[in-house]
Nanobody, 116 residues
Framework: QVQLVESGGGFVQSGGSLRLSCVAS????????MGWYRQVPGKQRELVAS???????NYADFVKGRFTISRDNAKNTVHLQMNSLKPEDTAVYYC??????????WGEGTLVTVSS
């Protein structure tokens, strides 16, 4: 099994920046992809960005050019650098990992609030 712990959420004004981090533990050698999703009340959870074990990266269109995902393999950590934040980026952000056997692990979520 894989356990995920997020940090770095908070309150920021429009145009500001935040950096989210996610530390993985457990069966980390089985992880094939990690990423970040977000969810607002009443809406489905949506992909923000993902990175594979081979460093293939995917971004949602609404964050391209503003957010950057990266991984530190030595620390089993994935980061999400969020710049030029907008009020519509306000959401709970969840770290996600999928293993080689397609088991999905989720963090508890971290709240990001962007004021206008």
């Amino acid at each position: 099994q894989v356990q995920l712990v997020e940090s770095g959420g908070g309150f920021v004004q429009s145009g500001g920046s935040l950096r989210l981090s996610c530390v993985a533990s457990g069966s980390i050698f089985n992880i094939r992809i990690m990423g970040w999703y977000r969810q607002v009340p009443g809406k489905q959870r949506e992909l923000v960005a993902s990175i594979t074990s081979g460093d293939s990266i995917n971004y949602a269109d609404f964050v391209k050019g503003r957010f950057t995902i990266s991984r530190d393999n030595a620390k089993n950590t994935v980061h999400l650098q969020m710049n030029s934040l907008k009020p519509e980026d306000t959401a709970v952000y969840y770290c996600h990992a999928q293993t080689l056997l397609h088991f999905n692990a989720w963090g508890e979520g971290t709240l990001v609030t962007v004021s206008s």
